[in-house]
């Protein structure tokens, strides 16, 4: 059974950083594309970076340069690293895993079998 937890949300004022985490069970995530999304209210949710075993990472325009995806594959836990958080940066922040994912849909929500309940991060101006 997978299962994808999130922690490390909270509220934060603009400028600060934030590091999400995504504990895995049920998956061997050295082998699984994972991906984080977010959604805001009112919004769909979007992709922010993936990780695909063989190829790398992939960054959103918006997050290259602020967020960091990365992994620790003793731990089966995928991270985000948020740097200089602005407000438009407030949503709900999942995490997802699948077996096998095509380069070009690695940030599309349909790519993604497997998600996480999700963390709030707030940015205040």
């Known amino acids: 059974q997978v299962q994808l937890v999130e922690s490390g949300g909270g509220s934060v004022q603009a400028g600060g950083s934030l590091r999400l985490s995504c504990e895995a069970s049920?998956?061997?995530?050295?082998?699984?594309?994972m991906a984080w999304f977010r959604q805001a209210p009112g919004k769909g949710r979007e992709g922010i970076a993936s990780v695909h075993p063989t190829f790398g990472t992939t960054y959103t325009e918006f997050a290259a340069g602020r967020f960091t995806i990365s992994t620790d594959i003793p731990q089966n836990t995928l991270y985000l690293q948020m740097n200089d958080l602005r407000p438009e940066d407030t949503a709900m922040y999942y995490c997802?895993?699948?077996?096998?994912?095509?380069?070009?849909?690695?940030?599309?929500?349909?790519?993604?079998?497997?998600w996480g309940q999700g963390t709030q991060v707030t940015v205040s101006s």
């Open positions: 049920g998956v061997t995530i050295s082998t699984y594309c």
């Open positions: 997802a895993a699948a077996f096998g994912c095509r380069l070009s849909l690695q940030l599309q929500t349909q790519s993604y079998p497997y």
